[in-house]
Nanobody, 123 residues
């Protein structure tokens, strides 16, 4: 098991910034790749960003490239999602995900999910 606890969501105006955090725990968590997904009301859960655990490869959805940055603090077993220039269409519940397989994260099928944190961007 890899418990994941997200924090940092909230309400922000368009053009503003938020930083989401996801604290991971459990054995061997340092060799898990971590990622972020989001789900808007009435829509499917979509990939946002991910960071591979060993060499640090990162991937982003086209819709967030240049605005969002994923980073990881291995000492704290925490992954962050810095979100800048937020838009109303970024409004969603954001979920942290973890898996030994980076490919499974990119495929949207990670083994572990957090409980989600709400991000609301007002226009």
């Amino acid at each position: 098991q890899v418990p994941l606890v997200e924090s940092g969501g909230g309400l922000v105006q368009a053009g503003g910034s938020l930083r989401l955090s996801c604290a991971a725990s459990g054995p061997f968590v340092s060799i898990y790749s971590l990622g972020w997904f989001r789900q808007a009301p009435g829509k499917e859960r979509d990939f946002v960003a991910a960071k591979e655990w060993s060499v640090g490869i990162t991937n982003y959805a086209d819709s967030v490239k240049g605005r969002f940055t994923i980073s990881r603090d291995d000492a704290k077993n925490t992954v962050y999602l810095q979100m800048n220039d937020l838009k109303p269409e970024d409004t969603a519940v954001y979920y942290c995900a973890a898996d030994r397989s980076y490919d499974d994260i990119l495929a949207g099928t990670p083994n572990y999910w957090g409980q989600g944190t709400q991000v609301t961007v007002s226009s």
